[in-house]
């Protein structure tokens, strides 16, 4: 399911990231790093940063944790790891916030300071001239409303966290993920793009979770699936369950994937090497 939202739409209060997923936000252009370490400031929870380079870094006060990505993608400041994929699926089940300055080739929700160019994919929240017209309280609660980083690990941990927990034996996970080809002689699937009836794809996961939840010996159920590109070789949906048994557990990951495809209104844009096009499926 999508993250929990904050109860009115005027507070940047949260729940913590293991029960929301974790809020991603880049900023690019002149003055980045300032704009992260004050909106770092105004937020209601774990905050993260991330610097592209030393220059102008994020004063470490007004962040829970400050990182830095190398010149060659590699990170300082956390566990043993690299890349920024890397880093953030160390961050998600600990912030609520990871906000980068100045780390392109993202595709996540972006502020875009200047005329730098937007990357590829990414959701633009807002573009400004100059820093000074950003205001930081209106750029928190869009990003409120934008979709959250969600990893395996943070379902996993969900579940774990559940009061029944302690009647559990098994934990069954299932992960759908970007394929190239279905045979040899196809063309290569670059990326899928989803979009998702907004509003209905929630309460639809939402009510296929909590009828899951109530099958005997099932104790905890999540699901999340992605929107928006995503690349060959990437995650796009998991579903998590928790269970007294194995074969309660194996059961109802199967049929959750099976519902969620047939009753999430999700719908799949296939983009191949030669082609583009939409699928007639509700869900990968």
Known sequence: MDCCRPARPDTLKRLDASMCGMQTLSVLGPGAAEVVGSLAAVLDGRVATIDRTETNPVEPETADGAYELGPEGSWRGTTAGSGLQSLLDDLAGEFDYALLAGVSRTRMPTV????????????????????????????????????????LETLIDRVKASPKAERS????????????????????????????YEGVAETAMSRIESELAERDGVLAVQMHHRVGRIEDGEDIVFVVVLAGHRTEAFRAVEDGINRLKDE???????????????VHERSE
Do not use: M, N, Q
């Open 112 to 151: 875009v300071i200047g005329d730098h160019e937007l990357p590829e994919g990414a959701l633009l929240l807002e573009r400004v001239a100059d820093r000074s017209a950003l205001e930081l309280e209106a750029i928190a609660t869009t990003l409120e409303e934008t979709e959250p980083y969600v990893t």
């Open 169 to 196: 034996g098994a934990i069954a996970t299932f992960t759908g993920r970007v394929r190239a080809k279905d045979a040899p002689d196809d063309s290569p699937t670059e990326a899928l793009t989803f979009e998702k």
């Open 264 to 278: 999430v209104p999700i719908f799949k844009r296939e983009t191949t090497a030669d082609a583009e096009f939409w």
